[in-house]
T-cell receptor, first 111, second 117 residues
Framework: EADIYQTPRYLVIGTGKKITLECSQTMGHDKMYWYQQDPGMELHLIHYSYGVNSTEKGDLSSESTVSRIRTEHFPLTLESARPSHTSQYLC??????????FGPGTRLTVT | AQKITQTQPGMFVQEKEAVTLDCTYDTSDQSYGLFWYKQPSSGEMIFLIYQGSYDEQNATEGRYSLNFQKARKSANLVISASQLGDSAMYFCAMRERSGTSYGKLTFGQGTILTVHP
C-alpha cells in the first residue's frame, strides 16, 4: 500500500486568501506530481518534480507554485485564491517503476 | 491532439458479467507505458493494471486484464465478474518515455462504470 498523504482533505476558503496544500510521501520517491481535476473530468498535470530543488510546470497552466526542499515533501501554494481555483488537487509520486501512487486528494472550494 | 481517448462516457453492466472499457492512444514513441486507474466517488486514484509497449503478453491482475492491440493503438480494460464495488470512474493513462514528456502521465477523459445488482 502506498504511503502518500495530503492535507487538508477538504478546504473551503474565501477569495484572496493564501493557501498551501500539503503532500508528503514516505517511500523515498524522487518523482512527485500535482494534478488538478474538476468534478467528473480528466486529470491535468500542473506541476512535477524529479528531485530536490527541481520543479517544472506541467501541461495545464496554473497560478499555483510548488517547492521541493525535501524529498518527501511537495507542497503547492496559491498566493491569492479565486473561485476559478475550485477543484480537486491530487498529489502523486513514483520511483523507477512506472506506477504513480496517488494521495487521497484535496477538494478545494473558493467562495 | 488528444493523446488518450476514452469514447464511452458511461457504461452499465450487470453484476457478475464482464465489461470492456475502451481506450485508444496516440504516440510516435516506440517505448511507452499504459495504465488504468479506478477513481471511486471518494476521489482517490487506485492503480489497477499496467502494460508496457514491449510486453508481449497482455497484462492481468486478478479480475482485471488489459487487451493490448499495439497496431490499433488500443488498450482496453476488461473487468470480469463485475461486482457492485466496481462502480466508479475509470481512467486510461499513458506514460511516454522520451523528450520533455518523460515520466509524465497523460489521462483520458474517463468512463463512469455502473454495476447493477
Amino acid at each position: 500500500e502506498a504511503d502518500i498523504y495530503q492535507t487538508p482533505r477538504y478546504l473551503v476558503i474565501g477569495t484572496g486568501k493564501k493557501i498551501t496544500l500539503e503532500c508528503s510521501q514516505t517511500m523515498g520517491h524522487d518523482k512527485m506530481y500535482w494534478y488538478q481535476q474538476d468534478p467528473g473530468m480528466e486529470l491535468h498535470l500542473i506541476h512535477y518534480s524529479y528531485g530536490v530543488n527541481s520543479t517544472e510546470k506541467g501541461d495545464l497552466s496554473s497560478e499555483s507554485t510548488v517547492s521541493r526542499i525535501r524529498t518527501e515533501h511537495f507542497p503547492l501554494t496559491l498566493e491569492s485564491a479565486r473561485p476559478s481555483h475550485t477543484s480537486q488537487y491530487l498529489c502523486a509520486s513514483s520511483e523507477y517503476t512506472d506506477e504513480q501512487y496517488f494521495g487521497p486528494g484535496t477538494r478545494l472550494t473558493v467562495t | 491532439a488528444q493523446k488518450i481517448t476514452q469514447t464511452q462516457p458511461g457504461m452499465f453492466v450487470q453484476e457478475k458479467e464482464a465489461v470492456t472499457l475502451d481506450c485508444t492512444y496516440d504516440t510516435s514513441d516506440q517505448s511507452y507505458g499504459l495504465f488504468w486507474y479506478k477513481q471511486p466517488s471518494s476521489g482517490e486514484m487506485i492503480f489497477l493494471i499496467y502494460q508496457g509497449s514491449y510486453d508481449e503478453q497482455n497484462a492481468t491482475e486478478g479480475r482485471y486484464s488489459l487487451n493490448f492491440q499495439k497496431a490499433r493503438k488500443s488498450a482496453n480494460l476488461v473487468i470480469s465478474a463485475s461486482q457492485l464495488g466496481d462502480s466508479a470512474m475509470y481512467f486510461c493513462a499513458m506514460r511516454e518515455r522520451s523528450g520533455t514528456s518523460y515520466g509524465k502521465l497523460t489521462f483520458g477523459q474517463g468512463t463512469i462504470l455502473t454495476v447493477h445488482p
